[in-house]
């Protein structure tokens, strides 16, 4: 087991098993313009979504290591198949003896502590990866804060490959995008309100909206996972400490550089000056 320096300081890490976490990115970024950052895309093992909860777990932890060696104090899962499956074990068993004075936080109960003020009827829908939804946290989350709350889920297993593979709004994947929000709302018509709970999921919110009825709100995490980060910081001065402020943002992938540049320019406005280096793990 290696060991971290427990006063480093550095940037905050972001991870997603690919580019969706850009989604979550780009707020942040938004929000805390000073801070620095670096993105960590394990786009070479992509999508976590169909694998088994080991896999994702120890792919998960693999990287989050990484980003400590690299320097993070603060890592955020800024993947909700990652959040579901693996950061539990992360933060009970692996951070303790890790360093206990590193965090790793999800961004799940952000998004959940939020949807109380958006839904009327109190049925909510959640589109996710099929790990996501079988790994329950979500209507297990949403639970505990509102037992009055109705969740109904519907794992769309095709829409990450659909989003890597720069195919957002093709005729195909509104075709796929259909079918899935149609049976959402044929198993609970009385959905007023639907979490987008992957971070691939915004980037294909043209083609959502085209099936959800306008009365439905359509929940994206960025915003409320960026506000969230600011407020934790602000609870933790000492976290917030070690958190430097250059106001830069760089990119690790275990994919070709290349590649990933090709591809975010899918997520991002603009990838020209991106400093992208790939990592790979021996
Ligand atoms: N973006 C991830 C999430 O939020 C999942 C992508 C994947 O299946 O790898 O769940």
């Keep these: 087991m290696k060991s971290f320096d427990p006063t480093g300081k550095g940037p905050i890490g972001v991870f997603d098993s690919g580019y969706g976490g850009l989604t ?12 620095d950052f670096i993105y960590f895309g394990d786009n070479a093992r992509t999508p976590y979504g169909t694998r088994s909860f080991q896999v994702v777990y120890e792919f998960t932890l693999q990287c989050v290591t990484r980003l400590f ?19 539990r074990t992360i933060q009970q068993v692996d951070l303790p003896k890790m360093d206990p004075t590193r965090r790793v936080l999800g961004i799940i109960r952000p998004t959940v502590e939020i949807i109380d003020s958006l ?10 990866t099929p790990g996501t939804i079988k790994s329950l946290s979500y209507p297990l989350e949403i639970g505990k804060l509102y037992p009055d709350i109705k969740v109904t889920g519907e794992s769309c297993p095709i829409w990450v490959p659909l989003v890597e593979n720069g195919l957002a709004g093709s005729e ?14 044929t198993k609970d018509p009385l959905i007023d309100t639907i979490i987008l709970g992957c971070t691939h999921y915004p980037l294909l919110i043209d083609s959502i909206r085209k099936f959800v009825p306008e009365r439905v709100n359509i929940l994206c995490q960025g915003q409320y996972v960026a506000e969230s980060l600011q407020q934790y910081l602000n609870r933790h001065p000492e976290m917030s400490a070690r958190c430097t402020t250059g106001g830069t943002c760089r990119f690790v992938t275990t994919e070709s550089a290349q590649t990933f540049l090709q591809q975010a320019s899918v997520f991002l406005d603009s990838t020209d000056k991106l400093d992208v280096s790939t990592i790979t793990f021996r």
């Design 24 to 35: 979550i990115l780009e707020h942040m970024l938004e929000a805390m313009p000073d801070n």
């Design 69 to 87: 060696e690299m320097g993070c104090p603060l890592v955020i899962l800024a993947c909700n198949t990652a959040s579901a499956k693996a950061l």
């Design 119 to 128: 839904t009327e009827t109190r049925h909510v829908g959640l589109l996710a």
């Design 172 to 185: 195909g994947t509104d075709f796929f995008v259909r079918q899935h929000v149609e049976r959402l709302l």
